[in-house]
């Protein structure tokens, strides 16, 4: 069985990096997101995209931001996910807060999220992903090993993916994949206000895409319960807002928008109110 290669443990954490000032902004008006799709998590069966990390990750590996500890989901909000959907989506934060301690270099944090997603795997059923070959003696041990930590990660969620495939969940992947998002966007939007508006700007235009293939992902799953449902439902308000600012509509489906900062503060806003939707 080809398990799918979409690895959210990465993806999004890799957004936590970027809005750089220092990364340069292109002028042509023609530019083109490109976003390399090999390997995506994607079938005729599922007719949504969502991309492999490392697809991202030349967009952001150049910038930098600054850690604050306490902007990540509390572990102790662990306890308080006890329906499905929930369980599965704050999976997706917590696998976007692991890669934010990592990125930074934080062991000590690295590894009190990466036993809480142990804890969350356990209790919609995917824990024996985690106890296979040792892994959590293999994270302790490369718990200073950033290079090695990567790849025990994906390693983890190509097993969860195994999982969902074998189980025919794979649609479920959309829902860890939708928090991980949410919540990469939201560590960034942090320091929206510190970086350069063009910069910030063309980076959350690279961005609207995911939201497109996110939401199709959502409405695969045929089990919502109302708080998914109300998550969708931002989801897709966020879209349409994002849709009919000025400057996106100006561009007429050409090349990325001068969004201008009264734009991104909307946007900012709009990703916490959703952020603290999914994790409450």
Known sequence: MNAPKFFTLITVGLIITSCSEETPVKETPNAVIEIDT??????????FVLPRPFALAASFQEAGM????NRTNPVENVTKYNEKGAQLINFGVYSTDLVYNILNDQPQQTMLYFNTLKDLADKFGMGSIFTEDDLALQIEQNISNREELEGLLVDVHERSQEYLE???????SAIQFSGAWVEG???????FSKKNPAVVGHKISDQMTLVKNTIKGLEMYPNRDESINQILEELKSFEAMYQNFESVLATEGVGFPE??????NQIATKITAIRNLIIS
């Open 166 to 172: 074998d189980n025919d969940m794979r649609y479920l």
């Open 66 to 69: 600054s850690y604050e500890p």
């Open 38 to 47: 090999t390997d995506v998590f994607g079938s005729e069966r599922f007719e």
């Open 185 to 191: 966007m939201y560590l960034a939007s942090l320091d």
């Open 259 to 264: 969004l201008t900062q009264d734009e991104i």
